[in-house]
Nanobody, 122 residues
Framework: QVQLVESGGGLVQAGGSLRLTCAGS????????MGWFRQAPGKEREFVAA???????VYADSVKGRFTISRGNTNNRVYLQMNSLKPEDTAIYYC????????????????WGQGTQVTVSS
């Protein structure tokens, strides 16, 4: 059974940092694009960041310069380092994986995690 499990969410003050981890199991993800999405209350799920299997990255404009996505190809993990957090970053953050990055960035990946809550207080 293929699973993506997120961890690292929590409550942080504005200006603080958090590091999210997504651990994949059930298959090898080293050749997959992986990424992060988020969904705030009352809003649609939105793209945050993605990393291809070759290491290329792309970010939403709202997080550029503050968030960094990275991966460890030897252990099926992807990370999201979030700095200078703002109250508007408050959301459930979801990990996603797909063989190609086009479907991933379009929000229709093969696999989703269950999400982890990030709350930024002002």
């Amino acid at each position: 059974q293929v699973q993506l499990v997120e961890s690292g969410g929590g409550l942080v003050q504005a200006g603080g940092s958090l590091r999210l981890t997504c651990a994949g199991s059930g298959r090898a993800f080293s050749s997959y694009a992986m990424g992060w999405f988020r969904q705030a209350p009352g809003k649609e799920r939105e793209f945050v960041a993605a990393i291809s299997w070759t290491g290329g990255t792309v970010y939403a404009d709202s997080v550029k310069g503050r968030f960094t996505i990275s991966r460890g190809n030897t252990n099926n993990r992807v990370y999201l380092q979030m700095n200078s957090l703002k109250p508007e970053d408050t959301a459930i953050y979801y990990c996603a994986a797909n063989p190609g990055d086009v479907r991933l960035r379009a929000g229709v990946p093969d696999y989703w995690g269950q999400g982890t809550q990030v709350t930024v207080s002002s």
